[in-house]
């Protein structure tokens, strides 16, 4: 190879380098674009789900069915005195209105039970998160003979603790849980 040749192939190369540094360079900017497209797009259905697990709760379900009673029996009145109107059409709206009174009284029982459900597991004074709970059972002599007496230990994140429904230790929390509450034994 002569000295031109060498030049060229060298000049041809660095142009290849610099080619492919700025094509990876492209990709790589490309290939940040699309992440961040794709994390935008990621935060958005997130919120969106969000929103829905949102608007969807008892609460809001309870909250627009007893809406939808208030406008039924808004309706059925004004059917009711409108002499004209379709004995028919207000039969269908009193059967309507039935049905969603029914929804919701369903929904409202559900709800009071799922909140009794969670206020065990929440300090009844300040409404701080159960920390313990334990069972156990403990032999004890009685009358001669020995039994098992079962025992049942709660403790939560304020220090309130409760033993077979006495109070063991008292709460020291600062949040009051207002109607709630259960006054100290
Ligand atoms: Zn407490």
């Known amino acids: 190879m002569n000295n031109e040749v060498i030049f060229w192939t060298q000049v041809a190369s660095t142009v290849a380098f610099v080619l492919s540094v700025f094509g990876l360079y492209r990709l790589l900017v490309d290939q940040k674009d699309a992440t961040i497209q794709l994390l935008k797009e990621t935060v958005s259905t997130l919120k969106d789900q969000l929103a829905e697990a ?3 709760t008892p609460d809001v379900l309870a909250q627009s069915l007893s809406n939808r009673v208030k406008l039924l029996e808004v309706e059925l009145e004004r059917l009711s ?3 004209d ?3 028919e059409l207000v039969h269908e709206k009193e059967e309507e209105l039935r049905a969603t009174r029914q929804k919701a009284e369903e929904l409202t029982k559900q ?3 799922a909140q009794e459900m969670l206020n065990d597991f929440l300090c009844p004074h300040c409404g701080a998160p159960l920390a313990v709970r334990e069972y156990h ?3 004890v002599e009685y009358q001669g003979r020995e039994i098992d007496v079962d025992h049942d230990y709660s ?8 033993l077979d429904g006495k109070q063991r230790h008292p709460c020291r929390g600062k949040r009051p849980r ?8």
């Open 155 to 162: 403790e939560y994140e304020c220090g309130y603790a409760v």
């Open 81 to 83: 005195s409108d002499k």
């Open 85 to 87: 109107a379709n004995q």
């Open 137 to 139: 059972s403990e032999m």
């Open 54 to 56: 949102r608007s969807s």
């Open 178 to 185: 207002g109607k709630s509450a259960v006054a100290d034994t």
């Open 111 to 113: 709800v009071l039970l």
